[in-house]
């Protein structure tokens, strides 16, 4: 907590919802809106998440620069059986970003089969009191606008994915090293 306290609980982060989510009394729940505010970091197991915009995102390097990851995911209705087997995505198809019943958000519910997760991440670049997001390399290459060529060198040698979170630490950690 930012008043130095500690609390201990069963944590886990809710990328659906981007929520912070704990256990009470056998009810998963939320941490409330009005308390993010007081809390300073949460460790689970050997990971750092800190609040950022009312938000929690992992922190994933310090040095002179940060380099945070927020965590998102889509909740998609796959498509409807088609013929030979397949299924087919039409207009009728949609997103969904939670579920609800009774006006409160489920945590605590196994997905039908028709839904399909699809989890994916903005990174945040701390740089110069400055905070990018970026959302691939590309974008990130125009905020290195002077390193585009190192960038591009060391991402074609060292096999760099956006996917692959920690290749994109080294590429934070090589560029802050130069």
């Known amino acids: 907590m930012k008043d130095g306290k500690t609390n201990n609980a069963s944590l886990n982060y809710n ?14 729940m939320a941490i409330a ?4 505010p007081l809390i300073d970091t949460v460790f689970i197991n050997n990971r ?43 207009s009728a198809a949609k997103s969904v970003s939670t579920l609800a019943s009774e006006g409160r ?15 994916y991440f903005i990174y945040w670049l701390s740089k110069n009191g400055e905070l990018n997001n970026f959302a691939n390399l590309r974008e990130l ?19 760099v994915k956006y996917e692959d979170q920690e290749s994109i630490v080294q590429l934070i950690g090589f560029l802050v090293s130069n």
């Open 141 to 159: 290459k125009k905020l290195f606008e002077d390193e585009k060529d190192q960038i591009k060198k060391y991402s074609k040698t060292h096999h």
């Open 105 to 119: 958000v489920i945590y605590d519910l196994k997905l039908p089969d028709r839904y399909k997760t699809n989890p």
């Open 33 to 36: 809106p009005n308390q993010i």
């Open 48 to 90: 750092k998440f800190v609040v950022f915009n009312d938000k929690f995102v992992e922190s994933v390097y310090r040095s002179t620069w940060g380099l945070y990851i927020e965590h998102k995911c889509k909740l998609e209705e796959q498509g409807t059986p088609a013929g030979y087997g397949g299924t087919t995505q039409t």
């Open 15 to 28: 990328s659906l919802t981007e929520e912070m989510i704990f256990e009470n009394k056998g009810t998963k």
